[in-house]
Nanobody
Framework: QVQLVESGGGSVQSGGSLRLSCTAS????????LGWFRQAPGKEREGVAA???????DYVDSVKGRFTISRDNSKRTLYLQMNSLKPEDTAMYYC??????????????????????WGQGTQVTVSS
């Protein structure tokens, strides 16, 4: 059974930084595509960043240049380094994983595709 546990959330002021972590168990980690998503109160969940098996990364426009996704397969851990945080980054952040062939570079944000495995989330609050 795939289990994902996020950590590293907190409260920071605008312009600050946080690093989120997501540790996995129950998976052959290197085979999995991984992603970070977020959901703000009253809004739909949105993708933030994803990283494939080969290490290729993909970001949504709103975080490009500010956020960096990375993975350490030896530690089964996914990271999201968030710099220059803005109040609009305030949300619950979730990590997600997919070990199937449905997950591949360029497919992460396409309609009809969804990561099957999710963590419980970690809260990020950015004050102005």
């Amino acid at each position: 059974q795939v289990q994902l546990v996020e950590s590293g959330g907190g409260s920071v002021q605008s312009g600050g930084s946080l690093r989120l972590s997501c540790t996995a168990s129950g998976v052959t980690y290197s085979y999995y595509c991984l992603g970070w998503f977020r959901q703000a109160p009253g809004k739909e969940r949105e993708g933030v960043a994803a990283i494939g098996r080969s290490g290729n990364t993909d970001y949504v426009d709103s975080v490009k240049g500010r956020f960096t996704i990375s993975r350490d397969n030896s530690k089964r851990t996914l990271y999201l380094q968030m710099n220059s945080l803005k109040p609009e980054d305030t949300a619950m952040y979730y990590c997600a994983a997919d070990g199937s062939t449905d997950c591949y570079d360029g497919n992460y944000w396409k309609p009809g595709y969804e990561f099957p495995h999710w963590g419980q989330g970690t809260q990020v609050t950015v004050s102005s």
